[in-house]
C-alpha cells in the first residue's frame, strides 16, 4: 500500500508572505457552540484541515446540516435529532470532547465517546466532568461512552478550576450560558481562542464577561440564537511559519494573526537573536548566523504555548551553545525530541526537561511524526538540514494546516508531497 511524505530538501532560503488561516482550536469549539441554539450559522475564515472536517460529520451525525468549502462553514443546526456522538469520529480526534456541554445546553443528556487524538500523554477529562457537575449534571461511564444527564435544568455555580485547562473551561462556559443564574469560573483559561469563543456565544445572546482573565462570569440566559463569526487568526499556524522565516533567513511575514497573541514567543524569538517586526495584524522575522540559546517553559497563556514547543526546539537544537526546554502543560511530550536525534540533534529528554546541546548542523534523514505539531516541526528541521528529509505520518500534519507544503514551497521551500 503506497503511503503519502513529505519531501524536503534543506538549505534554500525562505522569504515571503504567507496568510494565517482562522484558528483550529477555536473554530472546532465555535462549531460544536452552534448545537447551543437551533438556528443557521455561517463561520467564516475556517481553516480547511481535516480535524474541520472531523468536526462536521460530528455535526451531521447529531442531525445538523454542515456544509463546508471556501474557508467557510455553514450550519444549520434547527433540527438536531441525536446527543449522541459515536465512537468512530469521536475516536479520531479529542476536540469532539467539547460537544459535551453544548449538548447539555440544548438537551439536557449527552452521550459522548471518550476522545482519541494526539498521543500526547493521558488528557484526562476529570475537570470537564467535575465543572460540569457542578452545575447539576449526573455523569455514568461505561462501554467507552460518558453519559451525562441533568434533572430540572442546569443551576449556575461557583467552579474553581484546579489547573487552566482550555476544553474544560471551553466546555463549562457552554453549558453556563443557558444555566439558571450565575457561574464564576476561578483559574479559567486565558486563552485568545477562549475569548473568540465568548465573543461568539455573547453574539448568540449569551451574557460572559472576563473572557481572556482568570476569572469569567456567565449570566444564564433563557434564550439563545445563530450568528456570524469570523474566527480568529491561528497564533500557532503563524508561530511555526516564523520559525520556517528564522531558519530560512526571511524576510519572512505572517498576515493574518494578531501579535499580541504571539507575546511570550515573539520575546523568546529576539532573545535567540531573531528580529522580529510587528505590525497590526502581521509579523515578519528575519535572521543571520548563529541562534543565541535560551531556555522555554511551556505553560498556560499569556504563558509560551505547549503547541510550540517543538518548532520552538529545532531553533535551540542549532542554538550556539546548550539549553533547556521544560515542558508543564502535558506529559510526555517530547515524542519530537526522539525522533530528531536521529537527523542529527543533541537532545536529553529527563522528565519533563529537554538538556538540548546545540548542533552546529542537521543531517536529512527518514523520520516520521507521531502528532500534529511534532510533524511540523520535523519539516521545519528538514528546511534547514543537510541534503533529504523525508517525513512520513503525514496525516497527523494535516490534522491541523492547511496546505503546510505549498505556503512553504510559495515562500522559498524546496518541499513536496509524494507518494511512496
Ligand atoms: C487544548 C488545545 C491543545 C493545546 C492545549 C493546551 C484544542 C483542540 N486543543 O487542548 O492544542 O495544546 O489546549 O494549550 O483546543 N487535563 C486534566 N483533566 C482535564 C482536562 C485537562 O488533567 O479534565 C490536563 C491535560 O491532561 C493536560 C492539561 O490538563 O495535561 C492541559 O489540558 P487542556 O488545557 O485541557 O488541553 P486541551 O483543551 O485538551
Known amino acids: 500500500m503506497s503511503e503519502e511524505v513529505i519531501k524536503v530538501v534543506g538549505g534554500n532560503p525562505i522569504r515571503g508572505t504567507i496568510k494565517i488561516e482562522g484558528a483550529k482550536n477555536s473554530v472546532l469549539k465555535l462549531m460544536a457552540a452552534s448545537i447551543i441554539a437551533p438556528g443557521e450559522y455561517s463561520i467564516t475564515n475556517v481553516p480547511m484541515i481535516s480535524d474541520v472536517g472531523i468536526m462536521a460529520d460530528v455535526l451531521r451525525t447529531l442531525g445538523a446540516v454542515v456544509e463546508l468549502g471556501d474557508h467557510c462553514a455553514r450550519i444549520d443546526t434547527t433540527n438536531l435529532t ?31 465517546a471518550m476522545p482519541g487524538g494526539c498521543r500526547i500523554g493521558t488528557r484526562k477529562l476529570d475537570m470537564h466532568i467535575a465543572s460540569l457537575e457542578a452545575l447539576g449534571v449526573v455523569f455514568d461511564s ?3 461512552y460518558i453519559y451525562g444527564a441533568v434533572e430540572g435544568g442546569l443551576v449556575g455555580n461557583e467552579v474553581e478550576l484546579a489547573f487552566p485547562s482550555v476544553g474544560a473551561t471551553e466546555n463549562l462556559i457552554m453549558a453556563a450560558v ?31 464577561s472576563g473572557a481572556g482573565t482568570p476569572v469569567i462570569t456567565i449570566n444564564g440566559v433563557e434564550e439563545m440564537h445563530a450568528t456570524d463569526h469570523r474566527v480568529v487568526g491561528d497564533r500557532i499556524e503563524a508561530g511555526t511559519y516564523l520559525i520556517a522565516g528564522a531558519l530560512g533567513g526571511g524576510p519572512l511575514t505572517v498576515e493574518g494573526v494578531d501579535p499580541n497573541n504571539l507575546r511570550r514567543p ?72 526522539d525522533e530528531i536525534t536521529r537527523m542529527g540533534a543533541d537532545v536529553r529528554v529527563d522528565g ?53 507544503v505549498g505556503k512553504l514551497r510559495s515562500v522559498g521551500a524546496d518541499i513536496k508531497r509524494e507518494f511512496v
Do not use: W
Not at 469532539?96 to 438537551?107: T, Y
Not at 504555548?305 to 521544560?326: E, K, R
Not at 536529512?364 to 505520518?393: H, K, W
Open 82 to 112: 441525536s446527543f449522541e456522538t459515536p465512537y468512530e469520529l469521536v475516536a479520531k480526534m479529542r476536540a469532539s470532547i467539547s460537544v459535551l456541554g453544548p449538548l447539555l445546553a440544548r438537551f439536557g443528556k449527552a452521550k459522548v
Open 142 to 144: 461505561e462501554h467507552g
Open 178 to 208: 443557558v444555566a439558571k443564574g450565575t457561574t464564576i469560573i476561578e483559574n479559567a483559561a486565558r486563552e485568545p481562542e477562549i475569548c473568540d469563543l465568548a465573543n461568539f456565544l455573547n453574539k448568540m445572546g449569551a451574557d460572559i
Open 266 to 337: 515573539l520575546a523568546i524569538l529576539e532573545k535567540m537573536g531573531v528580529h522580529v517586526e510587528e505590525g497590526p495584524n502581521s509579523i515578519t522575522v528575519s535572521h543571520e548566523g548563529a541562534f543565541k540559546p535560551y531556555d522555554i517553559q511551556t505553560l498556560p497563556f499569556p504563558g509560551f504555548p505547549t503547541d510550540l514547543q517543538a518548532q520552538f526546539m529545532v531553533l535551540s537544537i542549532l542554538a550556539d551553545g546548550h539549553s533547556i526546554i521544560t515542558e508543564n502543560v502535558f506529559e510526555n511530550r517530547f515524542m519530537f525530541a
Open 352 to 404: 519533563h526537561h529537554a538538556v538540548i546541546e546545540g548542533v552546529e548542523q542537521l543531517s536529512g534523514a527518514p523520520v516520521q511524526s507521531s502528532d500534529l505539531r511534532g510533524g511540523a516541526a520535523l519539516v521545519l528541521a528538514g528546511l534547514v538540514a543537510d541534503g533529504e528529509t523525508t517525513v512520513s505520518n503525514i496525516e497527523h500534519i494535516d490534522r491541523g494546516y492547511e496546505d503546510y
